[in-house]
């Protein structure tokens, strides 16, 4: 009965007319066959209940085909799990198992499965919603004032409701597939180029690590004396080597370089976590580059892979040297996605370990909280990060949100995440790292509302779409940009080197 105590007013729904019509029919065939049988059982006639409801027959039956379905899927996933595990697929189908399963994990489906099974998940679902409420009118806000460059709008057409992450994020790099066959344009190159990212980052006024060198060319000996050089002029060790057409972290295709003057100095900064691999010596440096040049890195076990592999291919092989961010201390890093715009949260890959801070990573920061939270993959049972706090009330966040919703601003770009180092006593010090068109972190309830805002802003189109003439990666505002035109030279946000130098 509805509030008030008026008189209820119902309109039948399409569904309705189709059960009532289904359910004239089964009056006179489907029940009485079933009381038939069950007289032949030896039952009365009204002893059986009718297995679906009069009148309701077609929606009963869609039910139990929909919970059907999920049976054998999860039955199907478990099978495919066991051969897996014992190692009885082929290659190829392990490969596409690989990639199958990531979309798995993500999808709906699993969602409704975990829903279903855990309460646990349940709450973090309800959390996740309401966050996504409260967020999604700064989101639009923000949408409304951006200027999208438009081979980033040209993903559009391809933004369908309903579709997951890791969906939306395969249409955007077809969308970019589409764009090179038919325009020869190469905005991806942003991210699947290291050298041209490093390049836009520091044209642009964001506060990085410096670059020492680049390579863009390879010729042995020429190579050989450059890092002869470079070695016999570096002072600040190690010197961060990265390969600017292998983005993906699988290969470890970044490594850092100690002075082999000072013995095994490899430290932290050669954890496999970071993906540095230390080496001490310019021969050893070189055989490394060597190693990696004529590789075509693939994104063998993500969706966007048939689109986004040829378009690497297309990448200059190159190589590119960066000072560190904190000398021989692993920084500290925060991942960042921003929609439209707004930063919507930030994930820990670094915790501060090496200055004491936590031992534990990939807690998850929102910007409606005081608090870190670790969500299990699984279940989605989420627990609190006490450890990771101190990104929150040393006063990290501002300086973090603010340097990755610069960046998504001056690319002119829907969705991006943005890597922000940072240094545990010092928040002012923060600097981007590096970014990702394609992030592989997992999100729990929060990866179908991330897409929902992504493709609601497409769906709005309330941005102001810009044919910037060049390339995003080639869209240099200046080195003064950031400071003046983006944060007008707000100190309680600002790099102090930035503000020295540019206010």
């Excluded at 016999?232 to 850092?256: R, V």
């Excluded at 309330?462 to 035109?485: C, I, K, M, Q």
Aim: with cysteine; hydrophobic share 35%.
């Amino acid at each position: 009965m509805p509030i008030g105590g008026g008189k209820a007013k119902y309109t039948k729904s399409h569904e309705d007319e189709e059960d009532d019509v289904h359910g004239k029919d089964e009056d006179a065939s489907a029940i009485e066959v079933r009381t038939n049988a069950s007289l032949l059982a030896g039952g009365s006639e009204q002893e059986p209940a009718p297995a679906c409801p009069r009148g309701k027959l077609a929606r009963c039956l869609r039910e139990k085909r929909k919970r059907r379905g999920l049976c054998c899927c999860t039955l199907c996933s478990v099978v495919l799990l066991v051969l897996y595990s014992l190692g009885l697929l082929s290659s190829d189908a392990k490969r596409n198992f690989d990639l199958n399963w990531s979309q798995v994990q993500h999808g709906r489906m699993a969602k409704q499965l975990r829903l279903f099974l855990f309460q646990s998940a349940r709450e973090t679902e309800a959390d996740a919603k309401s966050y996504f409420e409260a967020q999604w009118p700064h989101i639009r806000e923000s949408a409304r004032t951006m200027s999208l460059a438009r081979p980033w709008a040209a993903s559009a057409p391809y933004m369908e409701a309903g579709s997951s992450w890791y969906q939306l994020l395969t249409m955007r790099a077809k969308a970019q597939k589409l764009n090179y066959d038919t325009q020869r344009w190469v905005d991806y190159q942003v991210e699947k180029d290291r050298c041209a990212m490093a390049i836009f980052i520091e044209k642009n006024g964001f506060p990085s690590c410096s670059l020492a060198a680049m390579w863009d060319s390879y010729e042995h000996h020429t190579l050989e004396e450059g890092l002869a050089s470079l070695f016999a002029q570096t002072t600040e060790w190690p010197l961060i080597f990265k390969m600017c057409h292998i983005t993906m972290g699988g290969y470890k295709a970044a490594w850092a370089v100690f002075d082999s003057s000072e013995g095994d100095q490899s430290g932290s900064m050669g954890n496999e976590r970071l993906g540095y691999t230390p080496t001490k010596s310019a021969q050893a440096t070189l055989r490394k580059v060597d190693e990696f040049w004529y590789i075509h890195g693939t994104d063998a076990d993500r969706p966007w892979r048939d689109y986004f592999d040829p378009l690497t291919d297309l990448v200059r092989p190159g190589v590119m040297v960066q000072r560190p961010f904190a000398g021989k201390t692993r920084p500290a890093e925060l991942k960042i996605e921003v929609l439209w715009g707004r930063a919507y949260l930030g994930i820990i890959t670094e915790n501060g370990i090496d200055w004491g801070k936590c031992d534990e990573r990939d807690g998850l920061v929102l910007r409606d909280t005081d608090v870190v939270r670790n969500i299990n993959e699984f279940t989605w049972e989420t627990t609190h990060h006490e450890c990771n706090e101190w990104i929150i009330k040393e006063g990290h966040l501002k300086y973090a949100w603010h340097l990755a919703e610069g960046f998504a601003k001056a690319a002119m770009i829907d969705a991006v995440r943005v890597d922000v180092f940072l240094h545990p006593g010092h928040p002012e010090l923060a600097m981007i790292n590096e970014i990702s068109l394609t992030t592989g972190h997992f999100y729990n309830a929060h990866h179908h509302y991330m897409a929902q805002a992504w493709q609601q802003g497409h769906q709005a189109k309330e941005y102001e779409t810009v044919d910037l003439g060049r390339s995003t990666h080639l869209h240099f505002r200046g080195p003064d940009w950031f400071a003046r035109n983006y944060s007008n030279c707000d100190a309680s946000v600002l790099h102090p080197k930035l503000l020295e130098m540019w206010c």
